[in-house]
């Protein structure tokens, strides 16, 4: 199977009063026809800015893409022009913002906005555009009767419907969604899932899901990458990631989880806060935080490793530093 998405070496910096944040550092990631990718990290970890640098949507200024490729369909987006990715993007490429509450437009009722999308990208009629519009909210699970109610006669996870309806109006190659559940209660966020992977299966769309939840990725995703300080740290398949997991990081990531089969009084956090991205530390990103951290941690940048398709960036795998008991 052909490679849909390929980021190879991605650079992304935003620029401030002298101040340099090295958001994204050297990101490679690729993803196949109908594939599910979950981006797991801390917040702040870089992986929104991510996902604006696929869609070229990063503010310039202060942001930047300094270097790498994103080649989509055997093109490279960074390549390409703003009229060609206008045309690109709610078509081929869609995007589910963070927070439904502020994605929709509060003075369009939600049939119109999304009409909009389908006028645009398929040179159809405005009343064409409007029964389709009915299509797809019957699609997402809202009566085509509220195409005319306007956002704020929605509650927060019919809003989210509306707006997955409208990232998959043009019936899109990839779907990129930025935690797409964050604003949601346990039972919606269920629903909204379950929904998002019915479409994504009839519609043969490969998603990328972008979250700090392992619980969700562990019901959607087919391979996962662990991003920690603008980098991905560890990746590979669902199993690989769940049942094998090597980079300290992921360690402390499934450590933090409650589990219901053991008897312990207390989680176990990762120690340390994300570090300062205008002050990265030398050397591996993760050290000050690590248990197996030793002097050469701090200066020596680890390489990837690879083993069938398992990833991890960590100079324990390297052989150069040894795997402590914790």
């Known amino acids: 199977m052909e490679k849909l998405l390929d980021i190879k070496e991605l650079s992304i910096i935003y620029e401030a009063d002298d101040e340099k944040v090295q958001a994204v550092n050297n990101l490679t990631i690729s993803l196949k026809e ?23 949507l990063i503010p310039n200024p202060p942001g930047k893409i300094v270097s790498g490729e994103i080649n989509f369909q055997g093109k490279n987006l960074l390549a390409e022009s703003e009229e060609v990715l206008r045309m690109i993007r709610g078509n081929k490429i869609s995007m589910i913002f963070q927070d439904p509450m502020t994605s929709l437009n ?18 159809i009629s405005r009343v064409k555009a409007m029964e389709k519009a009915e299509e797809m909210l019957e699609l997402v699970g809202i ?30 190659k990839l779907l990129i969604a930025d935690e797409p559940t964050t604003a949601l209660d346990v039972t919606i966020q269920a629903q909204v899932l379950d929904l998002m992977n019915e479409l994504k299966n009839k519609f043969k769309t490969s998603m990328i899901l972008i979250t700090h939840d392992l619980g969700v990725v562990a ?18 398949s669902l199993e690989d990631i769940f049942e094998r997991p090597k980079h300290p990081y992921t360690h402390g990531l499934f450590g933090s989880i409650p589990n219901l089969e053991d008897d312990v009084q207390r989680l176990n956090p990762i120690k340390g806060l994300m570090p300062d ?23 020596e940048i680890p390489k ?23």
């Open 304 to 326: 990837i490793t690879e083993e069938n398709g398992h990833r991890v960036s960590c100079l324990i795998y390297e052989g150069l530093v040894e795997k402590k008991d914790c």
């Open 219 to 236: 019901q959607v995703c087919d391979k996962v990458a662990i991003m920690y300080a603008g980098e991905i740290v560890e990746s590979g």
């Open 143 to 172: 009566p085509k009767t509220r195409v005319n109610d306007f956002p704020h006669q929605f509650s927060g996870g019919m809003k989210q419907r509306v707006v997955i309806a409208i990232a998959l109006a043009c019936n899109p």
């Open 34 to 56: 109908g594939e599910t990718l979950g981006l797991v990290g801390e917040t702040g970890a870089g992986k929104t800015t991510t996902a604006l640098g696929i869609m070229r």
């Open 106 to 123: 509060p003075v369009l009722t939600v049939g119109e906005q999304i009409a909009e999308v389908i006028e645009i990208h398929e040179n």
């Open 277 to 299: 991205p205008t002050n990265l530390p030398k050397g591996c990103k993760f050290h000050p935080r690590c248990p197996h951290s030793v002097e050469l941690c701090s200066k």
